[in-house]
């Protein structure tokens, strides 16, 4: 049935103008073993989204390091998006069964190498994520010594699991440069932002140590739902810090988790995103089972519409009413190429002096 599109879908000249300027990003996924964090990020003309695992991690640590050539495709894009000083880079170490439930990277030489390795990305303004069993492998192996400073995180015993409450405000998120959470800011109706979780079982906790003198940004906050919340302290989930030059940004749980938005989202904003990750083709059945959600009068149904939907674009999991086509062969080639955007490598001092990690 041909639904009408209604004008809060009509895009303005500023948005327009807008999603042209919009930021180049790469971001490179770090994981091997069972992925317990499944969001990422689709590949679109201004994102470079790359998965690599741990052994490829320190292959490619040697050639940043090095500044050598690598016949890998992959590598190159990577490099090229190091050094094209526009682009964001993002190196993201999922959390995963290699982690180890937080006690080591795979091993003490791949942790090792994922400490030499964020001394030498931080050097050259690209930025870490970590979440759950990677923040919790980084920051209990962070050595004062090596790192300048003692660990401003301090991962807790205790762990949580199931029905989970975060709250922040819009413009600590529209502040931070990691493009899920801005989007997630950008996305937000209100300036207040509340998202329920289904937390897996043995999700990290942790805190800010207040008396290590960094600037430790807290983006949002959260407590568990199941038992006695009340008695529960809220803490962070989503926090950044300035480390070298670029960020660690911090993250408790996972995207791919998301159950409800309890805040209200511009829908407009929705489509728009959903346009630009995906095509006109998911952007349109999103509008067409929202309208049809809203005219049904079911709250519950437009709520989970809108929730599917902010899950999907924050992480890339699927929402139950989009059916999205297999890529095409040329689709699938493009893959191994630099994000669908032009790479102007400007010049870059790959001459660090990495007297900490060696």
Known sequence: MYIKKMSLFTKTKEEEEAEKKNQKICIVSIQSGQPYDTSEQPNTHTCYYVNIN??????????????????????????????????????????????????????????????????????????????????????????????????????????????????????????????????????????????????????????????????????????????????????????????????????QTHWCNLTNVNSNVDVHKIRREFSTQYGEDCANQFEVEYTSAVRSGNKERVNRVVSESVRQICSATPATFIIQKKPTPKQEENKLKLGGYDNNLGGYDNNIDDNKYV
């Open 54 to 251: 741990f052994q490829q991690m320190k292959e490619l640590y040697k050639v940043i390091k090095n500044d050598t050539e690598s016949e890998n495709q992959i590598f190159k894009n990577i490099v090229h998006h190091i050094k094209d000083r526009d682009t964001i880079v993002f190196f993201d170490f999922k959390c995963c069964s290699d982690c180890q439930a937080g006690a080591t990277f795979l091993d003490e030489d791949k942790t090792l190498t994922v400490f030499k390795m964020i001394n030498t990305l931080t050097r050259k303004h690209c930025n870490i994520v970590v979440g759950d069993h990677s923040m919790a492998s980084l920051f209990n192996h962070w050595d004062r010594h090596k790192m300048d400073f003692k660990s401003p995180i301090k991962i807790h015993d205790e762990t949580t699991s199931g029905p989970f409450r975060m709250t922040g405000k819009k413009e600590d998120f529209m502040a931070s440069d990691y493009p899920v959470l801005k989007n997630l800011g950008d996305l937000s109706a209100d300036n207040k932002i509340q998202i329920q979780f289904e937390n897996m079982g043995g999700t990290k906790v942790f805190s800010i140590n207040r008396d290590v003198k960094v600037d430790v940004k807290v983006i949002s906050k959260g407590i568990p739902l199941s038992g006695r919340s009340h008695d529960q302290k809220e803490n962070p989930v989503h926090c950044e810090f300035n480390y070298r030059k670029g960020k660690i940004i911090v993250s």
